[in-house]
């Protein structure tokens, strides 16, 4: 289980600038739940997995995974329990290195460094398995440089990659907001393939609210730093792309917008 226990994060703080986003927060993740997390522009979704995976820091307040306190875990140890895949296509992968250098340095995520060659020869045939189940021919491209590749591509890497070792979350963040409609749908399709296939607890973060609908046991509205709808199991089941959007039109009515 994910816990946020009363959480504080100031932005700018002691400056006419100050500003507060989350106040007293609190949100507890249950092991296996895929949550889409929706809000406008400034509500605190990209904020709240960044507190997660400690690219930000909090001000007061606690973060539990397990049980265990993480709260000053710095990133790096953090990112051996959780994977993330970026709105970037680029962030997930390196493009100046080849598709099997690129799964080969994913492969070996959280191991100690030594002399021994990066990219182990030996893991190939898996690599190529695990590429084939993408559908994208990725498999006899091995020596390709990751950086020609197409957005979706690199996406898809970017979420195998993320998944190859054994991790507790998936954080997914605005993962499809960069590609076109069709190869958008190919990734999402595949994120929950992924996810059931490794019963992966899931945050995602996203724009596409029919996305959110659709996929995931769990939906989450932010506003201001507060999530204002929270759904899931039965109840998220039937939740209409209507409905959130009522709720967008209403929380624009009372911001005066």
Known sequence: MLELNHIHKYYNAGT?????LFEDFSLSIEDGQFVSVVGSNGSGKTSLLNIICGSISVDAGSIQIGG???????EFKRQQRIGRVYQNPAMGTCPSMTILENMSLADNKGKPFNLRPGTNRKQVDFYREQLSRLGLGLEDKMDVKVGVLSGGQRQAMALLMSTMTPIE???????????????????????DQVVREKHLTTIMVTHNLRYA???GNRLLMMHQGKAVMDQAGEEKGAVKVEEILEKFNEISVECGN
């Open 68 to 74: 265990k306190d993480i709260t000053h875990m710095p």
């Open 213 to 215: 609908v659709e996929y």
């Open 169 to 191: 979350f998936l954080i997914l963040d605005e993962h499809t907001a960069a590609l076109d409609p069709k190869t958008a749908e190919i990734i999402m399709e595949l994120t």
């Open 16 to 20: 006419v600038n100050e500003m507060c």
